[in-house]
């Protein structure tokens, strides 16, 4: 699945909690994933707030990154020793770690939606202004929101540098 169907995939559950629906539509999802009688149970708690589930959320992007890692660790094995060659390795670690990985986008939205059911809670329990679900949430998306403007500010940097030749 690209990431395009894992932002399609936010932004339909982002949809569905916005709309005046949003507690029925969650409730839905949340039975539909946990089962019955675990939704039940989780709304019957006495616990409130989403802590649980934002380090849950946080440990399965951190599992992605890890991913990466390993691939990374995997195809440039020992570093160089000279200056050029750990330039070389550095691009290679770098190129290494945007390969693809199946089951990632499995990942990030499962991040996703547990940020999502912990917004829930937080809303329910009337506790939001301390949703660390909805704080992870909005900082994930103005990290992505930051780095596409800095992709696009600095498009046409490539061709405007100096190259020193006249």
């Known amino acids: 699945m690209p990431s395009n169907a894992v932002d399609e995939a936010v932004r339909r559950i982002a949809a569905n909690v916005t709309t005046e629906g949003w507690q029925a539509t969650l409730a839905k999802e949340g039975s539909d994933l946990l089962g019955r009688s675990l939704w039940a149970e989780v709304q019957a708690s006495k616990r409130r707030g989403c802590d649980p589930l934002a380090a849950a959320a946080r440990r399965l992007l951190e599992a992605k990154e890890q991913a990466h890692e390993?691939?990374?660790?995997?195809?440039?094995?020992?570093?160089?020793?000279?200056?050029?060659?750990?330039?070389?390795?550095?691009i290679l670690r770098n190129y290494a770690k945007k390969i693809p990985i199946p089951g990632e986008e499995v990942l990030a939205m499962s991040a996703q939606a547990l940020r999502i059911m912990g917004i829930y809670f937080c809303t329910a329990a009337g506790i939001l202004n301390q949703c660390k679900c909805l704080e992870d949430l909005a900082e994930s998306v103005a990290k992505a929101q930051l780095e596409e403007v800095l992709k696009v500010g600095l498009g046409g940097w490539a061709d405007k540098v100096p190259t020193g030749r006249m």
């Open 70 to 90: 390993l691939v990374a660790d995997a195809l440039v094995g020992k570093p160089a020793a000279d200056r050029a060659g750990a330039c070389l390795v550095e």
